[in-house]
């Protein structure tokens, strides 16, 4: 019950695609992540994905539809099943919400992340 500083939390780590925990509400994570560069084509068969912008610019690249470019205070949420991959031009700061123990790389070859807990 305490507030939870975003800015403090990103200042924590370096790495990309490498989220991190800062808090857990109703069995999902809440977490923090920096993007530079693209993430492998990948899909959730069991839930959605939910992308929050906190800086910069990301492109959602969807297989079969158009792409969405979304900055700070812009959110896409990604329907369950649908497979897409988010890119970063420059370094973006995410703010991500999934339910606790999906896998970040849904069906890819890319292994999940840790998702350690800050």
């Not at 084509?41 to 990301?58: I, M, N, P, R, S």
Request: hydrophobic content about 35%.
């Amino acid at each position: 019950m305490q507030k939870i500083n975003l800015a403090e939390k990103l200042a924590l780590f370096d790495t990309h695609w490498d989220p991190k925990v800062v808090a857990t509400y109703n069995d999902n994570d809440v977490m923090v992540v920096k993007f530079a560069g693209e993430f492998p084509f990948h899909k959730h068969d069991d839930t959605d994905d939910f992308f929050l912008v906190l800086e910069g610019e990301v492109t959602m690249e969807y297989e079969g539809h158009d792409n969405v470019t979304f900055g700070p205070g812009e959110m896409v949420i990604v329907p369950r099943g649908v497979v897409h991959r988010p890119r970063a031009e420059t370094e973006a700061k995410v703010l991500l919400i999934e339910p606790t123990g999906e896998p970040n790389s849904g069906d890819s070859d890319r292994p999940p992340a840790e998702k350690a807990r800050i």
